[in-house]
């Protein structure tokens, strides 16, 4: 295989090993941030605004603090006079300033002995709050006498990219489409909640949370602070589902400011309200646009634009979305994005991001245009979806004026703004083979099977993302230190929401150092370890950290050659390898020694052990510019025209991530996907009430995701293997795709179970309202 | 400070009416629980006196007494659901508790839990009121039968006195040539009701329908029979119904029921799904009885 | 003052009336694999087996279990000595955050010795009252059909 340096046969990579922290998950023993207590850990509870937006005239802590057993309050007058700011624009204030901007928004914090003290107290703080007009809507948001949210503005600066000329391009086309939808806000959902310990020692603070960006989360505490890096440690913890929720989230911070005011550690935890309604959720998001393509269907002309609300903090330019360079094929294109604040609680990333939104509005035109054309929609998406070393046209009109690869790795780069690998023509067709699309397909509007009330249908979807991304952070990077007795430590940060990255990482060391994943210990959340890293977002784990992995690996592995090389096996170090924990000449095998025995001998010259520190060499190329992942997924849906409900009978997906890593990792990845892009299909959505902004279902009896019997039991999966040239022994990120891939598929297959386009979710109401049943 | 109860265990019915009499307010009778701990810890309701109902091993029964069944009050929901004793026409008791709530709730949670919580869609409130159920009340004083068709009287409330206790339900075994049906809409597979209703019809040798009750939940404050619809089927031929008579018992369904829009759904869509729920109760029902006519 | 029968141990413990099961079981017994999420009965992640059926223990008091016998999933088995249900959920992968999982292991227990022979998709409704927000259902249904054969091999 390509990008397998060392060309011998795989031994560890592609195997299903079982997950690192297996027995303690089936066990009970994991420990999840919300289980975490350090001595003399004192209570935090946090009092939230009751108001969408006011200015807080007055705060009297004095009855709060006079409780027994209080042992402090922080209020704005506590905070730094700093904004800090979350990745990705996710997230920009102060810790606690006197401007509330959504109900539920942190007003203030106590600290007591116990959570029910702590419970009462907050209770005691009286708060004046001089109300002010309040928005919701992001159309009304983004008028010019809408209330400001924000000292700067609703309005974000719109994030526009356009190449050729969509306006000729339109003209020119034989066919134009027209859409537009609406999709409601989805959340996280989380099982498993979380909670943040903060202590201070002297100037430093360690936090203990549970976070996907441990090094993320450390520069915005150092950030909103006011302090430097150095004094700051991050102690990642396993969280429950968290696809995008906990990276570091304002909670964090003042429970950091409450530690620091009564010089105790203290402990807050979210209860399952404020999980759902005052963190994050996922924009409110209203694309429309056109689309214009040829008799002979090739798309021609993309125009879109994307209105999507940011809430109280989030202050995102654009969602997010990789999806417009899949069809990027198109000669003229634009996209033009405007992000606007509303006082509804933070809306900022959340999986898959644009390309679950705008990515389903874009298979809707393509989808709309295949009508018109009387066109097959496989065929259509066989026709313009874009292939292996064509332009990546969008990023190439964002980013070309940044990035120029250097000459001295122009041998070692892939060709930037260049598709490099793609295996979604396979996905496709393999996909279609097994579904049996050409049988079940019975044309545009067309049900496969009518009974009684019933109406059956099939329908396909394409979803991609980034594998990681570049964007003004830090490298991604990796550390490899092997002990004396010949054992191994991975540090690489990363989040630990059951993506089972530690595996697959410790799989790419173990294939490297030719030893077991079993003898490889990592470590995922600890900044005073571990090297700065985007952490798992964007889907850069197996990717980006892979791709340092595997350099740190590769340095480790030839520090050892050499030592073995130098001192007990006569031969250069090119000659030889290592297998199964030994290090041997490859043509004369006998002569031999173990990794552990190596490790643990002083070497003749120094008269020490060896010390074996490895970090990746090669500088990463910038992957935002190459590497797509790519999902298609095939759906037969149910939807009976009385009730308006809608049931998934049969679900294949299809997947290119490049080379699998670890099969049963990667089954659950992207079946995991499809079931949270599925829930949003058909019965996900935050309800905010239209008067004050409150979020009114903030709990799991109120917003509702599927459970096991929602979702066909065995979906069938086929990965089909690009071969990525910079991704480790070629695989590539695998997280956001399904999701992306999921409601477009479904969408489809719903119109052509009914012959109705529905926004999403697709409730009940919305069809039989679109039925003209109601 | 700290917000907690009085725990008190009474072993018998008459011990449990004794305690709720003493401390009458401030005492609430609690079965399995589930909806009162939520209530309580979400300050809806206050609570000084719990009396723990779940070790009165006299309400917790399912038995048979000549054409009687008799379910005491404290019967676990899980219980309901696998219990052999509710065949033929009582099965939708036991397809209303096997749609109760998570199965995990209903290791804990009771009919008389579900009944007494009075929420409008309790899922065994319209089985039971369509079998023609009733509800025995007991107090220190006296004990008294209320028919289930007057055991709700509005959200959350019932026809219970302060200080009086449900112990039994009692079921008339409906005659062989009775069919039934229990259906219920949600959300996805486990969720409160967004429409649940209940039919029960029965024939005689003629075929001729009598005893026809509908009732319907989760469309009104309380769950409510549609009377003007049982009419309309009352003495009809099973063999003579045609598609239009059945539309009209949807119809007048759809009309009588008073739906709001919530959280869960809307008020035009439960007003038709009640509809479209009638009309598949009444083919359910025809279906059964059409097929045990010719045998 | 209440006796619980918890994993084969008795245990004398002073609570407060209003302590839910769960509450006394992590913070009274350090039982912390007893997992609590919604607080609502709603996720599933807090099920013990309260004589030998699945229930919930964030919805009821801890005085109601008295006199039951209480199995949670530090008494199935541990790190160095798995019972064959959670062997088949490494095997199978079935789970991804781990965090429902002590609770679907627990009524996978109950399932497979009331109705061994359950197909996937009894099995899928058996486990109706957990979340999974990590969407591992398929493995987890494999998982519980690998048990199955496991327990059948271990009885037969």
């Known amino acids: 295989m390509a990008n397998n340096e060392l060309n011998i046969p795989l031994s560890v990579i592609g195997k299903a090993f079982p997950i690192k922290d297996a027995r303690e998950k089936v066990t009970g023993t994991l420990k999840y941030a919300i289980d975490c207590q350090v001595p003399g850990m004192a209570y935090g509870k946090i009092l939230r605004s009751p108001h969408a937006h006011a200015r807080i005239t007055k705060i009297d802590s004095s009855q709060a603090e006079a409780l027994p057993g209080v042992l402090g309050v922080v209020t704005y007058n506590d905070a730094p006079d700093l904004d800090w700011e979350a990745h990705w624009f996710n997230y920009k204030g102060h810790i606690l300033d006197d401007h509330v901007r959504f109900v539920g928004d942190e007003v203030a914090a106590v600290a007591a002995v116990d959570e029910e003290i702590a419970k009462e107290a907050v209770k005691l703080i009286k708060v004046d709050y001089e109300i002010l007009p309040s928005v919701f809507d992001p159309q009304e948001a983004l008028k010019d006498d809408a209330p400001q949210v924000r000292a700067e503005g609703n309005a974000r600066e719109p994030a526009i990219c356009s190449w050729g000329n969509v306006d000729k391009g339109l003209e020119a086309s034989d066919i134009v489409v027209e859409s537009s939808m609406n999709f409601e806000s989805q959340h996280y959902a989380p099982i498993g909640r979380n909670a943040c310990v903060a202590e201070w020692t002297a100037d430093r603070v360690t936090m203990w949370t549970s976070t996907q960006t441990p090094s993320e989360c450390r520069d915005a505490i150092a950030m909103g602070m006011g302090m430097p890096l150095s004094k700051v440690r991050i102690i990642g913890m396993p969280s429950g589902s968290s696809i995008g929720l906990w990276w570091t989230n304002n909670f964090m911070l003042v429970t950091v400011l409450l530690a620091k005011k009564i010089c105790r550690p203290v402990k807050i935890e979210l209860d399952q309200e404020e999980c759902f309604a005052t963190v994050k959720r996922r924009h409110i998001e209203q694309p429309k646009g056109r689309l214009g393509c040829s008799s002979d269907g090739k798309i021609t002309a993309i125009d879109i634009e994307h209105i999507f609300d940011n809430g109280g903090y989030g202050v995102k330019p654009d969602p997010g979305y990789l999806c417009a360079d899949l069809w990027g094929n198109s000669l003229n294109g634009r996209f033009v994005c405007k992000g606007v604040s509303t006082n509804l609680v933070t809306a900022s990333c959340m999986r898959g991001v644009g390309d679950v939104t705008i990515g389903t509005f874009l298979n809707r035109l393509l989808d709309l245009a295949a009508i018109k054309l009387d066109m097959n929609p496989l065929e259509f998406y066989l026709k313009n979806h874009l292939k292996k070393g064509e332009i990546l046209q969008q990023l190439h009109t964002a980013l070309a004026h940044e990035y120029e690869t250097p000459p001295e790795c122009e041998d070692r780069w892939p060709q930037i703004f260049h598709l490099s690998s793609e295996a979604l023509h396979e996905c496709l067709i393999k996909g279609a083979k097994r579904f049996n699309w050409k049988e079940k397909f019975k044309g545009w509007g067309k049900p496969l099977a009518v009974s009684g009330s019933k109406r059956r249908a099939v329908g396909v979807g394409i979803g991609t993302h980034c594998c990681g991304t570049e964007d003004d952070a830090g490298p991604t990077s990796a550390i490899v230190r092997v002990h004396s007795d010949g054992s191994v430590s991975l540090s690489c940060s990363m989040g630990r929401h059951g993506q089972g990255s530690e595996t697959t990482q410790s799989q790419i060391a173990a294939e490297v150092l030719g030893i077991l994943p079993d003898q490889i210990d990592v470590e995922a959340g600890d900044t005073e370890v571990c090297p700065w890293s985007h952490g798992s977002v964007a889907s850069t784990s197996a990717y980006r950290t892979g791709f340092a992995t595997k350099g740190a690996s590769m340095d480790a592995r030839s520090q050892i050659l050499e030592i073995a090389a130098r001192h007990y096996i006569k031969g250069k170090p090119e000659q030889l390898d290592i297998k199964n924990g030994v290090i041997y000449h490859k043509k004369h095998p006998d002569q031999k020694i173990s990794l552990a025995e190596l490790m643990s001998q002083p070497q003749p010259d120094t008269l020490t052990r060896p010390s074996i520190i490895g970090r990746p060499i090669h500088r990463m190329p910038p992957t935002i510019t190459f590497a797509r992942q790519f999902a298609a997924h095939f759906v037969e849906v149910e939807v009976d025209i009385e009730t308006g409900q809608i049931k998934l009978l049969d679900y294949l997906l299809t997947q290119d991530s490049g080379t699998v890593l670890n099969p049963k990792v990667l089954e659950n990845q992207v079946t995991g996907g499809a079931i949270q892009g599925a829930g949003f299909a058909l019965i996900e959505s935050m309800v905010f009430d239209e008067q004050t902004g409150k979020v009114l279902n903030p709990n799991f009896l109120d917003y509702k995701v599927f459970r096991a019997p929602d979702f066909p039991i065995q979906p069938e999966i086929l990965f089909c293997e690009s071969n990525d040239p910079v991704g480790p022994y070629g695989c590539k990120g695998a997280g956001e795709s399904p999701i992306a891939a999921s409601l477009p598929a479904i969408s489809q297959a719903v119109y052509n179970a009914i012959g109705v386009w529905l926004d999403v979710p697709m409730t009940p109401q919305r069809v039989l309202h679109a039925l003209g049943k109601i | 400070m700290k917000k907690t109860f009085t725990y008190l265990r009474p072993l018998t019915p008459v011990e449990a009416c004794r305690f709720k009499e003493k401390y009458d307010k401030k005492a609430k009778f609690w079965a399995g629980g589930t909806d009162l701990l939520i209530q309580w810890r979400s300050e809806k309701i206050k609570l000084d006196y719990c009396v723990d109902l779940s070790f009165i091993s006299d309400l917790e029964y399912i038995k048979k007494d000549l054409d009687l069944i008799c379910i005491g009050s404290s019967t676990k929901v899980n219980a309901l659901e696998n219990s052999s004793k509710l065949d033929d026409s009582l099965s939708i008791i036991r397809e209303a508790a096997g749609e109760l709530g998570p199965p995990g709730l209903r290791t804990t949670a009771t009919i008389g839990g579900n009944l007494c919580n009075a929420a409008p869609s309790a899922d065994l409130a319209t089985p039971l009121i369509v079998l023609g159920a009733q509800a025995k009340f007991l107090s220190s004083t006296e004990e008294r039968w209320v028919n289930m068709d007057e055991f709700f009287l509005n959200v959350n409330q019932t026809a219970l006195k302060e200080n009086e206790l449900l112990t039994e339900i009692k079921i008339p075994i409906p005659r062989d040539t009775t069919a039934t049906s229990f259906l219920k809409i949600g959300r996805n597979v486990v969720d409160i009701a967004i429409v649940n209703m209940s039919m029960k019809a029965a024939m005689d040798e003629a075929g001729i329908l009598s005893d026809v009750k509908i009732a319907f939940g989760a469309v009104a404050p309380t769950p409510i029979r549609i009377k003007s619809a049982e009419k309309l089927l009352l003495g009809a031929d099973i063999f003579k119904i045609k598609d239009t008579l059945i539309d009209e018992v949807g119809n007048k369904v759809a009309k009588e029921v008073k739906p709001i829009t919530d959280v869960r759904s809307s008020a035009e869509y439960r007003r038709e799904v009640s509809r479209v729920l009638a009309v598949r109760a009444v083919k359910n029902i025809l279906g059964d009885l059409k097929k045990r006519r010719k045998v | ?156």
């Open chain 3, 1 to 156: 003052m209440i006796t619980l029968m918890v994993n084969n141990k008795e245990y004398q413990l002073e609570i407060e009336p209003h302590e839910t099961l769960v509450d006394v079981l992590q913070k009274r017994l350090g039982l912390m694999g007893v997992r609590m999420s919604c607080g609502q009965g709603e996720c599933g992640a807090c099920t013990i087996l309260l004589d030998n059926k699945p229930a919930l223990s964030c919805m009821m008091l801890a005085c109601q279990a008295e006199g039951k016998e209480i199995l949670t999933i530090e008494g199935l088995g541990t790190y160095d000595d798995l019972h064959p249900i959670q062997e088949s959920f490494i095997e199978e992968h079935g789970f991804q955050c781990g965090f429902c999982t002590p609770g679907v292991i627990m009524t996978t227990k109950s399932l497979l010795e009331t109705k061994p022979k359950s197909n996937a998709s009894e099995i899928a409704m058996s486990l109706s009252g957990h979340i999974c927000r990590c969407g591992a259902y398929p493995k987890i249904i494999k998982s519980v059909q690998n048990a199955a054969k496991k327990l059948e091999k271990n009885h037969g």
